[in-house]
Each structure stands twice: as structure tokens, then as C-alpha cells.
């Protein structure tokens, strides 16, 4: 969930802020939409997009991420990228 705590702030990959002053409320929304998407499959994997768990129905976004990815990954840096793809390495 590397990418997930990136978008939280929380990474050891993290190098500063996501995002440069006051981020943009539509910006604000598709990284929320991201994390919900991220965890969806951290939690059911991807193989369905809706989930009901105890009464609570839970969705993935894969529309959101292809939007968020898109508009350039706002809330992540190149930097923050480039350290977690080289992490791996």
C-alpha cells in the first residue's frame, strides 16, 4: 500500500508536501476517491467493484484512478514516484 500512504502523507517515500499551497477542492476530491479505490483493493482485490460487508457497502474507483492518473497523479510528487519504484529495486 506503498502508493496509498504516499497520498496520506505517510510513506517513508515521502520527500515534502503533495501538493504546492492550497490544493484545488476538485483535486482534493479525486485524491480522497483514490485512497477509497486503493483500499478497495488492498481489501477485496479486483476482481468485482462493489463489496458488502456487515450491512456497509464498500465500491472501487477504477474510473477515479485513470482520472487521477490522467491529471498528472496530483498529491504525489515525481520524486515520491521515483523513490517508490526504485524501493523495489
Request: charged share 25%; aromatic share 8%; no cysteine.
Amino acid at each position: 500500500m506503498d502508493l496509498h500512504d504516499l497520498l496520506l502523507g505517510i510513506s517513508k517515500h515521502n520527500v515534502g508536501v503533495g501538493f504546492e499551497g492550497e490544493p484545488p477542492l476538485e483535486a482534493v476530491k479525486l485524491v480522497s476517491a483514490v485512497r477509497s479505490h486503493l483500499l478497495f483493493l488492498e481489501q477485496f482485490g479486483s476482481e468485482t467493484t462493489h463489496k458488502i460487508v456487515d450491512g456497509m457497502h464498500h465500491f472501487a474507483y477504477p474510473e477515479k484512478f485513470d482520472e487521477w492518473l490522467d491529471a498528472g497523479a496530483p498529491g504525489v510528487n515525481v520524486e515520491e514516484l521515483r523513490r517508490l519504484r526504485n524501493h523495489g529495486r
